[in-house]
């Protein structure tokens, strides 16, 4: 294709001069033409009847050097003498210049899809733009948490429509677990009364001294259930207030010092099933934290590191500068998938609420700390890191 684009060209120059210059040309003007046209020759005689094109290698002057033309000879007259009109065009030019040609192109090509990738990306984004704003609210709505669901409204009906199904549908999570929120609230402070009553009423009789041994068995359970009831009842009542934030002041808190008042106080527990308990501390740990909820999650950990112990076991409390480490002694690990759910129990049998752990968690999360559980040479780790 390129070799015949050049075959062409010759043939059309060598029509121009047939046309354009042979009709009035001199004899007198062929040592002037030669003489400034380089690559265009008229030479005396011809025995050519035809035009003849060939390609061939002929010395530069000016690049010093061989390089392949494509030339024509073809016969003219002029003043009715024989002539042969030759003409060569330099083939490594004319092909830079088709490279070049194809690489410009190139370019312009490349510039043009790098356009119309940015140009697409900006309209696309601007499009979609919508969605990402529904997606972003989305990820970031907790519906434990009091916040603002604005759905951003947008020309194009789908995402129009995807934003107002979502946020009904939010609105009507939001509405069932502030009522069923509310109705643990509220049943747990109305048990508290009937609770009491209970209670006191159960406490006379095992004071009466003309009960019978079955009857005083029966109050016994009675009021083990009663303690259990209680305890349940200001657990929720617990959850519940973390919920509602009632623990929202703070103030800088030892949690060490509350670490040791804490064993001073589970050490009766910790004797009737003999285990030591031992406490180091390698760098003082302080946090801006609500002294009642770090009680609470100090003393819910030692109680757990207590009832999931073995008989003659031991309890090692660790604190670094940033981390609080309780290990115990055990013979199985717990299971983790369901350990800070609610009223989950590695024992139903055992006493306990099953709120103990999820009580853990949940003060954890308040506090944007983190916890791991881990069971590694017969020993329970629960792993507190305080960022």
């Not at 010759?10 to 009709?23: R, S, T």
């Not at 929202?248 to 009766?268: A, C, P, Q, R, Y």
């Given at each position: 294709m390129y070799i015949t684009d050049v075959e062409d060209s010759?043939?059309?120059?060598?029509?121009?001069?047939?046309?354009?210059?042979?009709?009035?040309?001199?004899e007198e003007d062929v040592s002037i033409w030669n003489k400034f046209n380089r690559n265009v020759k008229l030479e005396k005689g011809s025995t050519l009847k035809k035009d003849s094109i060939f390609q061939m290698n002929s010395y530069d002057v000016l690049s010093k050097e061989y390089e392949p033309y494509l030339s024509l000879y073809s016969p003219v007259q002029i003043e009715g003498k024989r002539y042969t009109y030759t003409i060569k065009i330099d083939l490594v030019e004319t092909e830079d210049l088709l490279m070049n040609f194809f690489l410009l192109f190139f370019l312009v090509f490349i510039i043009l899809i790098v356009g119309l990738f940015f140009i697409t990306r900006l309209f696309s984004k601007k499009i979609w733009s919508p969605f990402y704003l529904i997606l972003k609210q989305i990820e970031q709505f907790e519906i434990d948490k009091v916040n603002v669901f604005q759905l951003p409204t947008s020309t194009i009906h789908e995402f129009d429509r995807l934003g107002q199904s979502i946020e009904k549908l939010i609105h009507k999570n939001t509405s069932i677990y502030a009522s069923q929120r509310e109705f643990i609230d509220n049943a747990a402070h109305e048990l508290q009364t009937p609770l009491a009553v209970f209670k006191a009423k159960v406490d006379g009789l095992v004071q009466?001294?003309?009960?019978?041994?079955?009857q005083a068995r029966a109050l016994n359970v009675l009021n083990d259930t009663i303690v259990r009831m209680e305890r349940l009842n200001k657990n929720l009542l617990l959850l519940s207030k973390i919920d509602?934030?009632?623990?929202?002041?703070?103030?800088?808190?030892?949690?060490?010092?509350?670490?040791?008042?804490?064993?001073?106080?589970?050490?009766?527990?910790?004797?009737?099933k003999q285990l030591t308990i031992q406490f180091s501390s390698k760098e003082k740990l302080k946090r801006k934290v609500n002294i009642d909820l770090i009680e609470?999650?100090?003393s819910n950990l030692l109680m757990n590191a207590i009832r999931h112990n073995i008989k003659n076991g031991k309890i090692n409390i660790i604190t670094t500068s940033n981390s609080i480490e309780i290990l115990n002694s055990g013979t199985e690990k717990l299971n983790s998938e369901a350990l800070f759910k609610r009223f989950?129990?590695?024992?139903p049998s055992k006493h306990g609420t099953g709120l103990g752990l999820s009580i853990v968690k949940k003060i954890v999360d308040?506090?944007?700390?983190?916890?791991?559980?881990?069971?590694?040479?017969?020993?329970?780790?629960?792993?507190?890191?305080?960022?």
């Open positions: 010759l043939i059309m120059h060598k029509d121009e001069f047939l046309k354009y210059h042979a009709p009035t040309f001199l009466d001294s003309n009960i019978t041994e079955n509602n934030d009632a623990y929202h002041s703070t103030g800088e808190v030892n949690i060490n010092d509350i670490l040791i008042k804490n064993m001073e106080f589970f050490t009766e527990q910790a004797a009737s609470i999650f100090l989950s129990k590695d024992n308040l506090n944007n700390w983190d916890i791991q559980y881990a069971f590694i040479d017969k020993q329970h780790s629960f792993k507190i890191v305080l960022f």
